[in-house]
């Protein structure tokens, strides 16, 4: 199959789009690229997560005809949101989000991040418009045996940790609704693992930049697996991905009706704890900010130290790739938070996210 031409997401105007976890700062940051689109949107979250939390602070709920927060394991309560909403697309990303989080809250882990997919795919059966399902699971789906190279959408799943199992199973789970249910009735539906996302609007606990940034305040920063490589990249490239294969979906250029894929950075852009650190720091000092020096945490619960994904078939079936390296991606994530600093809210945060997203485009339009 021949590779389109790298493009922004395009013929969204008045498609009906129902997003869970839209409070979330993924579903922030993809709610507004959808909204910017002209896209009629539907959500379905908790609260946010967070606070401060771009949803809040952005006025993310702005975008939305419709929002439901609401815990997705109430099944009756989604299924009502999702028929009322009556969508064409679904982009699901609601989940518990956090590898460490799943050794304190591991039953949790599960029923959110595998029952609440299960929820999903279920209301998704009776929804009559429905052309399109992404399902956003992660890299660390893959049984992880610390190799120097990247994942492929055709190795084997699995997870040492409760997340990373959970959302190997989401990827099952998904796979054999949409082969029951949602193929034979014309839906297509897609995974999609994405790598470390960074980009302005995280506060989340046990990430790294909100970490980091958190300590400009506080006056300490302690790094964990400092030696740890991980596949960094900002929140628009994989975002960016999940719309052209959505699009790709809806115009039925994907050959299979249930598919996988990888959106990862560039493979020189896989570097370690750190490195990473040592990066934001020189942003930071670029934009006027001198960072502490990182202390050192020894020990601590198992994550692997290795991950890297293969992107070949997003580039190859759907024209993507990742466009900034990771030193933009931080400037990029130092502009947006310097601009939260000086009192930026609602609006002008949402109008500085389609601008980040449109230098990015520029980018690939421009074929760099």
């Keep these: 199959m021949s590779a389109p031409a790298p493009a922004s997401a395009r013929g969204w105007a008045g498609r009906r789009v129902f997003v869970t976890g839209h409070t979330g700062f993924k579903g922030g940051w993809l709610s507004c690229l959808l909204g910017a689109q002209g896209a009629r949107l539907f959500g379905f979250a908790l609260p946010a997560p967070t606070a401060p939390s771009l949803y809040e602070d952005a006025d993310i709920s702005a975008l939305y005809e419709r929002e439901h927060l609401a815990d997705l394991r109430r099944l009756e309560e989604l299924r009502g949101a999702a028929r009322a909403a009556d969508p064409e697309v679904i982009f699901h990303l609601a989940a518990q989000p956090l590898v460490r989080a799943s050794y304190s809250a591991p039953l949790e882990t599960l029923e959110v991040n595998v029952l609440g997919t299960a929820h999903v795919l279920e209301v998704a059966r009776d929804l009559p418009s429905l052309k399109a399902v992404v399902i956003i699971t992660t890299d660390k789906c893959y049984e992880n045996r610390e190799w120097e190279w990247g994942y492929r959408e055709t190795d084997a799943l699995g997870g040492h940790d409760l997340y990373s199992s959970s ?196 980018l690939g339009a421009a074929g760099v």
């Design 167 to 362: 959302k190997a199973c989401a990827e099952l789970v998904t796979s054999s609704y949409a082969r029951s249910f949602l193929s034979p009735r014309g839906v297509r539906v897609a995974t999609a693992r994405a790598g470390n996302v960074i980009g302005g609007g995280d506060w989340a606990r046990d990430r790294l930049v909100p970490d980091l940034l958190r300590g400009l305040l506080s006056g300490g920063v302690t790094l964990r697996s400092p030696g740890a490589v991980r596949p960094w990249q900002h929140v628009l490239e994989p975002l960016s991905g999940y719309l052209l294969l959505a699009e790709a979906l809806l115009r039925g250029d994907v050959p299979e009706s249930i598919s996988a894929w990888n959106f990862g950075p560039r493979d020189e852009d896989a570097i370690s704890v750190s490195a990473l650190t040592a990066h934001l720091r020189a942003a930071l000092t670029a934009a006027g900010v001198e960072a502490p020096a990182p202390r050192i945490e020894e020990g601590g619960v198992h994550e692997a130290r290795f991950l890297k994904l293969d992107s070949s078939k997003a580039r190859a079936h759907l024209g993507w790739e990742p466009r900034w390296r990771v030193r933009e991606a931080l400037s990029a994530t130092v502009e947006w938070h310097m601009a939260w600093a000086r009192g930026a809210r609602g609006a002008a945060l949402r109008e500085l996210c389609a601008s980040q997203a449109a230098r990015l485009a520029a």
